[in-house]
Nanobody, 128 residues
């Protein structure tokens, strides 16, 4: 599965961006999907995930209430709507896909080792 993340950019604090993750040749609704981010000098961290069934979503505490992960079945994308952005949200954002189709707890989706495929990342820069 080749994943392509897009939608990053430069935005003022308090603004919004919508990231999108697309796949070539595969139906993303068959995969559990996650978004991770890596800020300069920091390790990559979990941001949000949606189960393969679409029935469950998970968020890092730092983005809960501000970010929303969702599937667009018609477009075959998984999107991350980011509102009320803060400078600390500045990072390269990566989407990832898990093909295990496993019913699992939140900790499963938080782990980077869960995911089998990764996109190339899209830069999000939030200035104050």
């Amino acid at each position: 599965v080749q994943l392509q993340a897009s939608g990053g950019g430069l935005v003022q604090a308090g603004g919004s961006l919508r990231l999108s993750c697309a796949a070539s040749g595969r139906i993303l609704s068959a995969y559990g999907m996650g978004w991770f981010r890596q800020a300069p000098g920091k390790e990559r961290e979990f941001v949000a995930a949606i189960s393969w069934s679409g029935g469950s979503t998970y968020y890092a505490d730092s983005v809960k209430g501000r970010f929303t992960i969702s599937r667009d079945i018609a477009k075959n994308t998984v999107d991350l709507q980011m509102n009320s952005l803060k400078p600390e949200d500045t990072a390269v954002y990566y989407c990832a896909a898990d093909d295990a189709r496993r019913y699992a707890s939140s900790s499963y989706y938080y782990s980077q080792t869960t995911y089998d495929y990764w996109g190339q990342g899209t830069q999000v820069t939030v200035f104050s």
